[in-house]
């Protein structure tokens, strides 16, 4: 069974006013449009096409009609009567808050407790939201796709300050005190882990001077002629920018901490559990699992629990988490991380080419960027136009895409 569905972009101040409907082919709000939800969570479901009266409007009411022919036995038994993936069209005009997500066990853990405390679900103090993993990929449409992710190695840290320290020694009014005091937490057996929860921690209490200081430093070296050239020039061009967005925040030094990242097109990240991030510019497609934990660690107004967020961080130094995808077909690429809850498929095709397979394991959503694409299955077949989507259902099994466009079809691993 195919079932168009469609959404309203969310509109959060951090979103572009005019790259979701210049990829889809909309007329824009006037409003930032930040992100597109296509799937069946509960805070931004999916809307069906046409759906008459006393018929499932949503999809999260499509699904619970029938389970089983919606989402299969397969998805069933390993997630639940649930959507396990949320598909999105993101776009940043601006950064997002440093944020990480929590592993399974953690997320059900962290769920139980604050149910037992009795936090309202919506309370803005909650954590977690719901009892599942929220590991997710995004892969860059725009020429540009800028983020942070993950830490870098301890000796890059030391050189990002070493900068620091020189562009400091140069300016006219040397003050290193500020500096010293990041030092001293990093040099310690838990350099990256003392920094952070420094930073985050007394950077928001009522004696916050000695990180208030430090914010300010970074900045005004930042923005100096001997650091905007040079191998860290686009750290510290990050540095001005998340301060235009929210000065005087600690995460604005919490960010040379981690890996600086610009995607070209097709290029993907996986952030998986534990993994800190922040996308600050571009649009791209990202597809996640269907959940709603978020732990903040800077640049935002919302709340920060410093002492969950240290527990679920991975302090390990990473290099930049790219996923390269396979490339099983012409025009055909699939982005699979090692989970089992979501696998992307990215099809261009060209009229004159044969049809191009996707094998499902489960339920699918597909959204088309460009063109006109035909879907066919074991049951049935429809076609698929530059901004529509639909969502499929996994008795349709082999699919053959046919015609020519731009394809995104998100399933379960």
Known sequence: ???AISNTPRDYAWGSSSAIAGLLGHTPSGAPEAELWLGAHPASPSVIVGAQAGEPATLPELVRADPAATLGERSIAEHGERLPF?????AAGGPL???????PEQARAGFALENEAGIAVDAPDRNYKDA?????????LSERFEALCGFRALADVQRILAELRRADAESGEPQPAPLDALEVRLSGPDGLRDAVEWLLRDGRSADSGEVDRLVERVVALAASETLAVGE???EFATVLTLADAYPGDPGIVLALLLNRV??????ALYLPAGNIHAYLDGLGIELMAASDNVLRGGLTPKHIDVDELLHVL????VPVPLLVPENPHPGALVYRPDVSDFVLHSIERLAAQPATPVTLNGPAIALCTSGALQISGDRGATTVERGGSVFITPEEGELAVTGAGTLFLATVG
Do not use: R
């Open 1 to 3: 069974m195919f079932v």
């Open 86 to 90: 949320l598909l999105k069209v993101l």
């Open 97 to 103: 808050s440093l944020q990480a997500h929590p592993s």
């Open 132 to 140: 599942f993993h929220k590991p997710e990929l995004i892969v860059a």
């Open 232 to 234: 860290f020039a686009p």
């Open 262 to 267: 610009t995607l070209g097109p097709g290029e």
């Open 314 to 317: 991975s302090f390990d130094p």
